[in-house]
């Protein structure tokens, strides 16, 4: 069992709509728990991080965090197309070793 | 936002030669810098966790005396692709670590592509 698992997609979504994405995490004693953006060629940039159970919102984005149900999820509402991208969901271990999911490949069309 | 400084963004050099690849964490200190690489339309794989003033932990399968990995201070780490491959060419991405807001977090650098011809 991967230690991070997320659906590769493609995920694809029209414009405005809203778009979820899910992570599982085998830990349980993961602890910080975060969401990158990769555009095609470029490195991953931070969207948001989240470590306690519930949801957490900045702007267009919200992370819900379950622990007992080991997953960790983003929503993206008001889809744009710039929003299309590569999003990574990464788990920090106790041994504070960072675990990247695949990642989920995201299509916001016109 | 904390920033991570990585030099060069792009790389060609003929096989058999090395590069080094310049990791800089700007405005805070990282007592712990990690170096992945990338192939392409795959996620990010770990190649080793390095830790100021110490040897660096290499991942499973990732050779240590071809990626040297040197964390001489706070903000610096290098990785030195000795006698580059082809089959070596990758995008190759650092982070750093800090700990605020309760959280590890870490930040990435811009990642260096690396072509060996």
């Known amino acids: 069992q991967k230690e991070v698992e997320q659906n590769s997609g493609p995920l694809s979504v029209p414009e405005g709509a809203i778009a979820s994405l899910n992570c599982t995490y085998s830990?349980?004693?993961?602890?910080?728990f975060f969401w990158y953006r990769q555009y095609s060629g470029k490195s991953p940039e931070l969207i948001m991080f989240?470590?306690?159970?519930g949801d957490k919102e900045d702007g267009r984005f919200t992370a819900q965090l379950n622990k007992a149900s080991q997953y960790v999820s983003l929503l993206i509402r008001d889809s744009q197309p710039s929003d299309s991208a590569t999003y990574l969901c990464?788990?920090?271990?106790?041994?504070?070793?960072?675990?990247f999911g695949a990642g989920t490949r995201l299509t916001v069309k016109p | 936002g904390a920033v991570v400084s990585q030099h060069p963004s792009w790389v060609i050099c003929k096989s058999g030669t090395s590069v080094k690849i310049e990791c800089r964490s700007l405005?805070?200190?990282?007592?712990?810098m990690f170096w992945y690489r990338q192939f392409p339309k795959q996620s990010l794989m770990l190649m080793a966790t390095?830790?100021?003033?110490?040897?660096?932990?290499?991942e499973q399968g990732v050779e240590k005396d071809k990626f040297l990995i040197n964390h001489a201070s706070l903000t610096l780490s290098t990785l030195t692709v000795t006698s580059a491959h082809p089959e070596d060419s990758s995008f190759y991405i650092c982070?750093?670590?800090?700990?605020?807001?309760?959280?590890?977090?870490?930040?990435f650098g811009q990642g260096t592509r690396l072509t060996v011809v």
């Open positions: 982070s750093a670590e800090t700990y605020r807001d309760r959280s590890t977090e870490a930040f």
């Open positions: 830990d349980r004693g993961s602890q910080s």
């Open positions: 989240i470590y306690s159970n």
């Open positions: 990464a788990v920090t271990a106790p041994s504070n070793d960072m675990r």
């Open positions: 405005d805070f200190q990282a007592t712990t």
């Open positions: 390095s830790n100021e003033g110490s040897k660096a932990t290499y």
